[in-house]
């Protein structure tokens, strides 16, 4: 009955580093959704998986973010060179089933990153 | 950019009165969600309306979406110290992948 879980919970790192945050949806969901939080704002949608495919991946910031999720579960989203602006809580959610209007995500505790 | 707009950004209140928040947007939504996220946790679902004019009740808490559904509201009757937290509302459209959130709405309620 585990829910979605996400490591690690706080990441600090120097600007220019490259950085790997781990999403384990709940098991069998087939979506799988990333999200940046910026400090006091909603989510933004990063990019969306089904199972092992990346349907939609407009909402990445830029070219130095890339997601992945080989196996259709765990998803890594990694950013390279970070910057200052890419601090955020980084929100990871799984749905049991393909997209569609309404259905439920649920969401991980997210990742808080803080780029120096 | 927040294509969804909430209000009040901030409300603080007593326990025991009435709130309403609102979350409106110039697009129309397949569907509408309202959320409610505590500190250092993810956002957990709290209702989806899908229907023009839809309204939901969840114990205190009162949704409604509009008839053009491009808004929606939350009402909460008898607020209490266990309801303080961010309320967000979010869209999704037809034919995509996004939910679009808004930016929240921060409710504090004192005992």
């Known amino acids: 009955g585990a829910g979605v879980s996400q490591s690690p919970r706080y990441k600090v790192a120097k600007r220019g580093q490259d950085v790997a945050l781990r999403c384990d949806p709940i098991?069998?969901?087939?979506?799988l959704f990333w999200y940046q939080q910026a400090l006091g704002q909603g989510p933004e949608f990063l990019t969306y998986f089904q199972n092992e495919a990346q349907l939609d991946k407009s909402g990445l910031p830029s070219d130095r973010f890339f997601a992945e999720r080989p196996e259709g579960s765990v998803s890594t989203l990694k950013i390279q060179r970070t910057q200052q602006e890419d601090s955020a809580v980084y929100l990871c959610a799984s749905s049991p089933a393909a997209y569609g209007s309404g259905e439920t995500q649920y969401f991980g505790p997210g990742t808080r990153l803080l780029v120096l | 950019t927040q294509l969804l707009e909430q209000s009040p950004q901030f409300l603080s209140i007593q326990e025991g009165e009435n709130l309403t928040v609102y979350c409106n947007s110039s697009s129309v939504f397949s569907s509408l969600q309202w959320y409610r996220q505590e500190p250092g946790e993810g956002p957990v679902l709290l209702v989806t309306v899908v229907t023009g004019g839809e309204v939901k009740k969840l114990k205190r808490l009162t949704f409604q979406f509009g008839d053009a559904r491009k808004d929606s509201s939350l009402h909460i009757t008898a607020a209490q110290p266990g309801d303080t937290g961010l309320y967000l509302c979010?869209?999704?459209?037809?034919?995509?992948?996004?939910?679009?959130f808004g930016a929240g709405t921060r409710l504090f309620v004192k005992a």
């Open positions: 098991s069998g969901h087939v979506s």
């Open positions: 979010a869209g999704r459209y037809t034919g995509g992948f996004k939910t679009i």
